[in-house]
């Protein structure tokens, strides 16, 4: 059974983050679209989609109270984060120390001021979810550091998983390049929107869903 309480999707601009939006409102979930920038066309045109929009982490929580009191609709009872990308380099030992910190902090720190700050907003066995990719499981030349923080994010959603006390933590590996997506170069597999939509509803709607769901 679908749940009454919206879903709030973190990334919600992004490649995959916006198509998971869309995915969701087509289904008939009421969707609460987070970014920090402008939303996508695609997704504010959508029926059943609430934008929020806040470009500090930290003033998310009451941009989203502020969000559901406009549109009269209640608190999320779900958060999807869609945080990070995809990004292919120079190798490790040549790649610039500046662009390591930013990965570090855009692909796995930031992931956890998400959780610090929205956690407060759910109930106990409310359905947390963190997309991850590919590179967490495989070593990918030119991708190293988007490998390292997708090891370390799976880590992450592991521990928290473990220390909670509220929600409930899963990881949905999207094993395979999403249609569409040009960043990836001659893909050998993909996986459509459609597919990481059915997967993650799978998570969001059943309490005994295991840790990790690939796709």
Same mark, same amino acid.
């Given at each position: 059974?679908?749940?009454?309480?919206?879903?709030?999707?973190?990334?919600?601009?992004?490649?995959?983050?916006?198509? *998971?939006?869309?995915?969701?409102?087509?289904?008939? #979930?009421?969707?609460?679209?987070?970014?920090?920038? %402008?939303?996508?066309?695609?997704v504010?045109?959508?029926?059943?989609v609430?934008?929020?929009?806040?470009?500090?982490t930290?003033?998310?929580p009451?941009?989203?109270?502020?969000?559901?009191?406009?549109?009269?609709v209640?608190?999320?009872?779900?958060?999807?984060?869609?945080?990070?990308?995809?990004?292919?380099?120079?190798?490790?030992?040549?790649?610039?120390r500046?662009?390591?910190? %930013?990965t570090?902090?855009?692909?796995?720190?930031?992931?956890?001021?998400?959780?610090?700050?929205?956690?407060?907003l759910? %109930?106990?066995?409310?359905?947390?979810?963190?997309?991850?990719?590919?590179?967490?499981?495989?070593?990918m030349?030119?991708?190293?550091?988007?490998?390292v923080?997708g090891?370390?994010?799976?880590?992450?959603?592991?521990?928290?998983?473990?220390e909670?006390?509220?929600p409930?933590?899963h990881?949905?590996?999207?094993?395979?390049?999403?249609?569409?997506?040009?960043?990836n %170069?001659?893909?050998a597999?993909? #996986?459509?929107?459609?597919?990481?939509?059915?997967?993650?509803?799978e998570?969001?709607?059943d309490?005994?869903?295991?840790?990790? #769901?690939? *796709?």
């Open positions: 059974m679908i749940s009454p309480r919206p879903v709030l999707v973190v990334g919600a601009s992004g490649f995959v983050g916006s198509r *998971v939006a869309r995915g969701l409102a087509a289904g008939g #979930r009421l969707v609460l679209a987070s970014t920090r920038h %402008e939303l996508p066309d695609r504010t045109v959508q029926a059943g609430v934008p929020v929009h806040s470009p500090d930290a003033a998310l009451d941009a989203v109270r502020a969000a559901c009191a406009h549109a009269g209640p608190l999320p009872g779900a958060v999807v984060a869609s945080i990070g990308g995809w990004d292919k380099g120079a190798p490790l030992l040549e790649s610039d500046d662009h390591w910190s %930013e570090l902090a855009s692909h796995l720190t930031a992931h956890l001021d998400a959780a610090r700050a929205l956690v407060p759910l %109930e106990p066995g409310d359905p947390y979810v963190v997309l991850n990719g590919a590179a967490s499981r495989e070593a030349a030119g991708s190293g550091a988007i490998s923080t090891a370390g994010l799976a880590m992450l959603v592991q521990v928290l998983r473990l909670s006390t509220g409930r933590f990881e949905l590996v999207i094993d395979h390049a999403v249609t569409g997506d040009g960043r %170069e001659d893909p597999q993909v #996986r459509t929107p459609a597919q990481v939509v059915r997967a993650l509803c998570l969001l709607d309490p005994a869903a295991p840790a990790v #769901r690939h *796709v």
